[in-house]
């Protein structure tokens, strides 16, 4: 009798039934993938966005164009900074930014967020010469107002969880070099042999990370910065992978008249 007609006496599943454990498991891998596939194309957008954006500044090829304001509103923000346990100054500080519509030839565009000091002695029907980058306004006589990375919007969720993108990727460029690696036959990399150099690798793209966040504490921060923990990162999960792969093939090779079987993935 096979097992079709007397179904799995290990797991007690009747016949020609499916566990549904192994279903949903499957299922819930292919969520996580599609959701983190669209984060990190999310964040490779906003990075090339940012970085495209200063670089264009930093070397003057904007694209300039005479608008028109066409409407100008602001919004007004109030609170005390910090004080009494939660530390600060306490002084009370109020916070204005701007929403700006100009008409460039027969478009509309916006800009959001444009803090005070950008929009200031900027009035309605006013003509002026907006920076253009790709379409969307940078510059507006010569002031930013190119909102930039902020804690707003999909940017705050990309900060919450950039520390999982960054291992992510850094564990797919793992797996795929140990592939690679064992094209040749001599040895493949278990699971936990890949598991030491990619955690390696993500401790030093913490490390990266917090390493940007002190230089922007003091106003050095860079537009492509995403780049930099995840570059950091899996250089140095790659090297900590070419050690196991030394030793892996080492232990093969002593293993090998006992006639032993390479480990496979």
């Not at 100054?89 to 519509?101: A, M």
């Not at 379409?135 to 940017?155: F, Q, T, Y």
Request: hydrophobic share 45%; with cysteine.
């Amino acid at each position: 009798m096979t097992q079709e007609q007397t179904g799995d006496t290990t797991s007690r599943t009747r016949p020609g039934t499916r566990r549904p454990r192994t279903v949903r498991g499957h299922a819930l891998r292919w969520v996580f993938r599609l959701v983190m596939a669209a984060l990190i194309l999310l964040l490779a957008m906003r990075t090339y966005e940012e970085t495209g954006v200063a670089h264009a500044r930093s070397t003057g090829t904007l694209h300039t164009a005479e608008a028109t304001i066409t409407k100008l509103t602001s919004r007004t923000t109030s609170g005390r900074d910090g004080g009494g346990q939660d530390g600060g100054s306490g002084i009370w500080s109020v916070t204005t930014v701007y929403t700006i519509e100009l008409r460039v030839g027969d478009e509309t565009k916006t800009a959001n967020g444009v803090p005070n000091d950008s929009a200031n002695d900027l009035q309605e029907g006013q003509r002026v010469e907006a920076g253009l980058w790709h379409g969307r306004v940078v510059e507006i006589n010569g002031r930013d107002v190119w909102l930039g990375w902020h804690p707003g919007g999909w940017d705050i969720a990309l900060f919450a969880l950039y520390p999982l993108i960054m291992g992510y990727l850094i564990a797919l460029a793992l797996a795929a070099a140990a592939y690679l690696a064992g094209l040749d036959g001599r040895v493949r990399l278990v699971r936990q042999e890949r598991s030491v150099p990619c955690v390696f690798g993500f401790v030093v793209g913490v490390a990266a990370s917090f390493a940007l966040l002190g230089c922007a504490a003091f106003g050095n921060g860079i537009a492509y910065w995403p780049v930099v923990p995840v570059g950091a990162g899996t250089a140095a999960a790659l090297a900590g992978l070419r050690g196991a792969l030394r030793r892996a093939r080492a232990t093969r090779a002593e293993d090998a008249p006992s006639g032993s079987a390479p480990a496979q993935v």
